[in-house]
């Protein structure tokens, strides 16, 4: 089973900012990295997908990079609407497995 | 627009099976992908729990694979999540995606809150 690591935990982050979030994972994944966001209240939302692919509707301001073992997640510009939880997934091999989620507060 | 809607009772009594239905609408579940269930526990942690796929062939997460079966009625275009003998372990919001060839999540349904409590 693939270990996914995510860090941090929690971030408090001002209006403008740059937000980073990374995830480590037990084993080499290619680039079978997928991040959701998930709002209060609601179901998590798809926002990149595999080979670090933006989905239909998600703003630039959301990218991520990397390969193998280690990846990060930015959001520039953070806005206040982007409160939520972030998560990591990996879909290289099956048990399908989760970040720990990192929780983004706006001051 | 597709759409999933899970549905089933919230509260689950110890050594008890929880049994969910998700129901899709704007998609045919045998037409492609797989239909996962994925909980998410007090605390947030987030466990994949196995799919069910579009020939009818299943995947379960090994920690749950003596409890946990996934199936469907094609008819009705629904797939089902059983989980046996649960405990207050096993509380947690339940929710049903559908997911591209051992990939990423990209419908869920709103998900249903289950609590096991005597």
């Known amino acids: 089973e693939t270990t996914v690591t995510q860090s941090p935990a929690s971030l408090s982050m001002a209006v403008g900012e740059k937000v980073s979030i990374s995830c480590k994972t037990s084993?080499?994944?290619?680039?079978?990295m997928n991040w959701y966001q998930q709002k209060s209240g609601e179901a998590p939302k798809l926002l990149i997908s595999?080979?670090?692919t933006l989905r239909p509707g998600v703003p630039s301001r959301f990218s991520s990079s990397g390969y193998g073992t280690d990846f990060v997640f930015t959001i520039n510009n953070v806005l206040l609407g982007d409160e939520g939880i972030y998560y990591c997934?990996?879909?290289?091999?099956?048990?399908?497995?989760f970040g720990a989620g990192t929780k983004l507060e706006l001051k | 627009e597709i759409q999933l809607q899970e549905s089933g009772p919230g509260l689950v009594k110890p050594s008890q099976s929880l049994s969910l239905t998700c129901s899709v609408t704007?998609?045919?579940?045998?037409?492609?992908?797989?239909w996962s269930w994925i909980r998410k526990f007090p605390g947030n942690k987030m466990e994949w729990m196995g799919y069910?796929?579009?020939?009818?062939?299943?995947n379960y997460n090994p920690s749950l694979k003596i409890r946990i079966s996934i199936t469907r009625d094609t008819s009705k275009n629904q797939f089902f999540l059983q989980l046996n003998s649960v405990t207050t372990e096993d509380t947690a919001t339940y929710y049903c995606?559908?997911?591209?060839?051992?990939?990423?999540?990209?419908?869920w349904g709103q998900g249903v809150m289950v609590t096991v409590s005597s």
């Open positions: 069910i796929s579009n020939s009818g062939s299943t």
């Open positions: 997934q990996q879909s290289d091999n099956v048990p399908l497995t």
């Open positions: 704007g998609y045919t579940i045998t037409s492609g992908y797989d």
């Open positions: 084993t080499d994944i290619d680039d079978d």
């Open positions: 595999e080979g670090n």
């Open positions: 995606a559908r997911c591209a060839a051992l990939g990423a999540f990209d419908y």
